[in-house]
């Protein structure tokens, strides 16, 4: 398998392990990303999931030599498995950690950016390629990007094909965190870590406030934190916390 899943912790760490080809993605490890995020929003002793390349790289995309083939319905084959692999990255409840050293090209940045944070070695190279062989944006790609900065410097990203730098990156907001080269998982285990005792739960709701809160206004986001909250409250991490903030010692949530 090119996709490797360890779970230590309550921190589950999901590799791209084909560092001999840049980890670039093949269709099967496509299914293998897909099933291994679905692993980790089914089991309960996860807690926070870790996104990350084996050896130098993040991962320098989808393997050009798939491309194209099949016609129309080999497109769609494979576009349908992209968008299920990407759903199933950006729609878990759980904390999701990027750790991006090394190029991180086309929908392999797509699916960085569809992660909760972001943590980038300084020479990182991100780059969306796409006007470089005639294809238009995938995985998501122009709606991730134009959620992360202003919509004239998304384009510009986009058109150009330029590299961007994990330097850069942390400048334009693109990157929480930008570290020394070879420091990216680490940092990225160090927030992971601060994620394994939260309430796993409440969490989760935050995303979703989070992912609705674009296409929504005021009174719909007042909406759907009302239908939300009277959930939370019947938790037990609800009841942790509440106790322990009367009892002055720190919660131990449970993630229930």
Known sequence: MAIDLTIEGGIATVTINRPERKNAILLAMRLEIEAAFQKCQDDDQVRV????????DFSAGADVSEMGG?????????????????RAI??????????????????CWAMALSTDIIVAAENARFQFAFRHIGLAPDGGAAYLLSRHVPIQRAKEIMYSGRFVSGTEAHQL????YSTPPGEALAKARELAASFV???????????????????Q????????????QPLMVQTEDFREGTTAFKEKRKSAFVGN
């Open 90 to 107: 950006a729609n878990t409840n759980k904390p999701v950690i990027s750790a991006v050293e090394g190029v991180c090209i086309g929908m």
């Open 70 to 86: 099949g016609g129309i319905r080999g497109s769609l084959y494979r576009m349908r498995h992209m968008h299920r692999m990407s």
């Open 217 to 228: 206004n005021f009174d719909q986001a007042l909406d759907f934190e009302a239908n939300i």
């Open 197 to 215: 005792d939260a309430p796993t739960i409440a969490i989760g709701m935050a995303k979703r406030q989070f992912e609705a809160a674009p296409a």
């Open 173 to 176: 907001g693109l990157a929480l």
């Open 49 to 56: 999931i870790i996104l990350t390349g084996a050896g130098s």
